[in-house]
């Protein structure tokens, strides 16, 4: 097994292999809404998946993890699928690929990122996004549209790594810009670049260091709940529904679904709202609806802990503007738009605080709004 890395290695740090990146994701606001056909508010981040990559003239498909030291080698049929999780990620953007009518080769590959996992930040999408843009420039001229190669991550989410999670999280790290959010229509796929350059304010993600595996977990049932709405309701998706139609039926549903679906309708607005404050400059206002999102995530979602709620109040004493919980939930971090003058106070607070409570400091990324999957050499 050593000799066939040595080996591969050598092979990809010679002439002909290509370069490819792909960011992990914040989300300003807009949790959880992705898969009820309604608004996020995403952008990709200066930290990423690198993949070097070069076709090897096989059919087969031969990976190596930098970061975890494992190496996978597995053929393009569907049951070539190899164990390790993380390579059902590889394998699975090479079958969608092909499942749309896309060429795949045998490549060689080896990576690594900077993403921290279980953060919130999406490595797993940037890792598909990275390979889905690296399968459509290498073989297939850059024909598949973008928007395409964020549904073929996705669909590797659902049908190899048991993930029923919606079209965020890759859109996010295929379609992300310098300098700019993007609000997307998860219905119909629209979306609009929002700048965004927040003199005087800095994003910065506190990490409790808890983590979480989404896999068989809360996430899926979250779904379930809001699905079970929408079908009482008589329509597709909680995108549609207002808080009026939802009371309409409250008899008719489980109070857990009920709290649910009031959640994702609020959350709904929240999002628009922030466009419309963003489009005049008001932080103030982006704030206030961040704080509102995280008390809907831990109250009406429970989809938040301990931790990340605690980390959630040290931003309110300390007068961060906004502060909420990102990510699917049950671990990660909490994102934060903190006024500069009170970002040194605000990170020696947290980190004395937390460490205090639970045993040891939370980590701190800061994080700039950049550009997404590219093509770097």
């Not at 989300?27 to 990559?53: M, Q, R, S, W």
């Not at 429970?302 to 990340?308: F, G, K, N, T």
Request: hydrophobic content about 35%.
């Amino acid at each position: 097994m050593k000799e066939k890395i040595k080996e591969l290695l050598k092979e990809l740090f010679a002439d002909g292999a290509s370069l490819y990146a792909s960011s992990g994701r914040i989300n300003l606001i807009g949790e959880h809404t992705d898969y009820n056909g309604g608004f996020v508010f995403p952008g990709a981040i200066d930290k990423c998946i690198k993949a070097k990559i070069k076709e090897n003239g096989t059919d087969k498909v031969r990976v190596y993890s930098i970061d975890i030291d494992d190496y996978a080698e597995f053929g393009l049929n569907e049951e070539d699928a190899p164990e390790q999780q993380w390579a059902r990620y590889i394998f699975g953007v090479c079958r969608e690929t092909i499942k749309r009518g896309g060429t795949v080769k045998g490549f060689d590959a080896i990576f690594a990122g900077d993403i921290p996992l279980g953060a919130g930040l999406s490595s797993s999408a940037a890792m598909e996004s990275c390979f889905a843009f690296a399968l459509n420039d290498m073989f297939n001229d850059n024909k598949i549209e973008k928007y395409e190669l964020a549904r073929i991550g996705q669909s590797t989410e659902h049908n190899y790594c048991g993930v029923n999670c919606g079209i965020m999280d890759q859109f996010a790290s295929v379609h992300g810009k310098k300098d700019c959010l993007m609000r997307l229509d998860c219905r119909s796929g629209e979306f609009e670049y929002f700048p965004f350059k927040a003199d005087g304010y800095k994003l910065v993600l506190v990490d409790s260091v808890v983590k979480h595996e989404l896999v068989d977990s809360p996430y899926n049932k979250r779904r379930e709940s809001c699905e079970r709405v929408a079908k009482t309701l008589g329509i597709e998706t909680l995108r549609d529904a207002e808080m009026d139609d939802l009371n309409r039926v409250k008899e008719q549903i489980s109070e857990e679904d009920y709290m649910r679906a009031e959640y994702v309708i609020g959350e709904k607005e929240r999002v628009l709202a922030v466009c419309a404050a963003l489009e005049k400059g008001d932080f103030e206002t982006v704030g206030q609806k961040m704080y509102e999102t995280h008390a809907g995530m831990s109250k009406l979602y429970e989809v938040s802990c301990e931790e990340l709620d605690y980390l959630n109040d040290i931003a309110k004493e300390c007068g961060v503007t906004g502060s909420r919980i990102m990510g699917g939930g049950f671990g990660g971090c909490t994102i934060n738009l903190v006024k500069e003058e009170l970002y040194d106070k605000f990170i020696a607070t947290a980190k004395e605080k937390f460490a205090a409570k639970y045993g040891h400091e939370p980590k701190v990324y800061d994080v700039v709004i950049s550009d997404g999957a590219r093509r770097i050499s």
